[in-house]
């Protein structure tokens, strides 16, 4: 089926239906202005500052130096899946077989494989909004439909089982969650997992942000609860190792020959030589983690206890990953024009919370994953901007 044109090119409807990201869009007006001289504090990509552990870039040195850089087994190495299973045996205490483990290149491949062999065209997947961008892209692109449900500062934009349950039809196919949340920073219960899973679709997990949960706030993993489920997770956030492109996906037995076969197709495998660094990252690096954590956390308070001074409304504090979603509709109610308004005058980025969805409209998403003396100084700078503007 063809669609509309854009930039004079008849593109196929599964393309043309793909919306722009705009924490990118933010960021590379914010490059941009860079370019031009421009000192920008960058909020709104969430990317860490940290420079990836050195024991992982030496296990990955070692790796290209001591065997040939070749293809590996298309699921992934056997050694890193396994530990992938003592890992989440160890953590969450679920026994899983290193053949329910995908290596992928980051969790975007997982999240296309998982839509690829899980929906058909016209299924609906419930789907919170606010929610990661990306999202609804990966269900368009294989012709599926977003349910929206949404979900409110109140309840630290997590959902209810009665919302949910609401929201289902003849037509509902799965259920995706994310915890801790991009863009909220919030963690939903093991309580509130457990009664999704009881729901019947199959649970879409992206658990990219385990690990990074501060407080006394506990995180778990659907596996605690369902094995009809896919688990989508990684090592770009934890480990900041975003440029790295390593991920991995946990799958039911029936769809892994599936999961397979487009694997070999389309990816053939993972690098072998940054499947070797996580492998170091997952066995030998807690220590680094720990430090990180650490200074996230700190972070996490300075930016949440500044923004409250500056009159944003944060209803439920966030308690992982390394975001905020915080209320603006005081200082504007267009989202997209506010970011754009303090990039230009405080040389501040945050993304705009259409972005997430329409129940975001009027928030804006701040990222932590900056030094304290930055934050600090932006803040200062939105201060600045709203007293003379």
Known sequence: MISQKTNDVLLPQHISCLKPFLAMEILERAQQLEAAGKHIIHLEVGEPDFDT?????????KSLREARPGYTHSLGLLELREAICEH????????????????????????LLTCSVLLNRGDEVILSDPH???YPNFLCYVGARPRYVAVYEQEGFQYTIEHVRKALSKNTKALIVNSPSNPAGTVISGKTLSELSGLGPCIISDEIYHGLVYGEEKEHSILEYTDNAFV?????KLYAMTGWRIGYLIAPPRYMRALQTLHQNFFISANSFVQWAALTALNE?????????TLYNERRRVLLDGLRALGFGIAVEPTGAFYILANAKRFGENSLNLAYDILGGAKVGCTPGIDFGENAEGYLRFTYANSIENIEEALQRIKKYFSVK
Do not use: H, L, W
Request: proline content about 6%.
């Open 88 to 111: 989440y045996f160890e953590k969450y205490g679920v026994s899983i077989t290193a053949d329910r483990v995908v290596i992928t290149s980051g969790t975007s491949p997982a999240m």
């Open 232 to 236: 989508i997770n990684g090592f770009s």
């Open 285 to 293: 690096c807690q220590k680094e983690v720990g430090e990180m954590k």
């Open 53 to 61: 552990p050195q024991r992982i870039k030496e296990a990955c040195i």
């Open 132 to 134: 990661y961008p990306c």
